[in-house]
């Protein structure tokens, strides 16, 4: 590995990230906070789920970070003959287009990042905190983080303000608690932030609807010829097929069921 490669932006920041959780994990436990009086009292076993919560979600975090999005495929790969049944369901009319980028012929819900420089399927967004990609393949572990990441921020929260004491003068208190008070207004905005970007990805998955989609739904070609969203099924069966990949089928399948629904209905007025 070259030395410069050290120096990329993802590793800089996957490092940052890092040293920033155990370095705020590192405050909780030299203050006086109620990890201390556990420790002190010989329960040891709140710290240690709190550590291995830590460890848990920079874990997740390293996971999502590194791993393949779902990047289309630049060649194609050898694939069964499909079914008569699941040709047919299939129109010729699925707006298709190819990339212009990188020149893969895109599936639907794909796009280009240009960060990453690939095509992505399922595309949502890209996160510049993991430096890397959110599609198809690691969406679901990336609501994960964030569920749990959220868990350990609330808690810290709470260890950091357990362990504030203000009844104290001006400079002593600065210098005992001064730095774990800004481990606490550091806590209060990560979990403010990680609050809303779970709230905002649990409301898409329920809808089976991405962050691209939701916000430039005027702007692409197959959402802008259909009044609502292809893709949704009912909150159960997305769930389902987000975190369980059940029911399996392409997303030109489910828009074609869409659009021989929308047809049949039509036929019948």
């Not at 357990?162 to 001064?178: D, K």
Request: charged residues 15%.
């Amino acid at each position: 590995m070259a030395p410069w490669a050290l120096l990329s932006p993802g590793v800089l920041v996957r490092t940052g990230h890092t040293v920033l959780t155990w370095g705020i994990t590192l405050v909780l436990f030299l203050h006086d906070t109620a990890l201390r009086q556990w420790e002190e009292q010989g329960e040891l076993l709140l710290p240690l789920i709190f550590l291995l919560l830590v460890l848990g979600s920079l874990l997740l975090y390293l996971a999502v970070s590194l791993m393949d999005p779902g990047y289309v495929n630049v060649q194609p790969q050898p694939q069964e003959e499909a079914k008569e049944e699941q040709t047919a369901m299939v129109p010729q009319t699925i707006p298709l287009r190819r990339c212009r980028y990188c020149l893969v012929l895109q599936p639907l819900r794909a796009r280009h990042c240009r960060e990453c420089r690939r095509c992505v399927r399922r595309y949502d967004h890209h996160c510049p905190w993991m430096e890397n990609c959110v599609g198809e393949r690691n969406h679901p572990l990336f609501v994960a983080y964030l569920a749990l990441q959220l868990v350990v921020l609330l808690w810290g929260l709470y260890l950091a303000w357990s362990g504030l004491r203000f009844f104290q003068p001006w400079g002593l208190w600065l210098r005992s608690s001064g730095l774990l008070f800004a481990t606490f207004l550091l806590l209060s905005l990560f979990s403010l932030v990680a609050g809303l970007l779970l709230a905002s990805h649990l409301y898409l998955v329920a809808s089976n609807t991405t962050t691209w989609e939701f916000i430039s739904s005027h702007r692409i070609a197959y959402l802008r010829q259909r009044p609502g969203n292809p893709f949704d099924r009912g909150l159960i069966r997305n769930l389902a097929h987000f975190f369980c990949g059940w029911p399996s089928g392409s997303w030109e399948t489910l828009w074609a069921e869409e659009e021989e629904e929308e047809e049949g209905s039509s036929q019948a007025v």
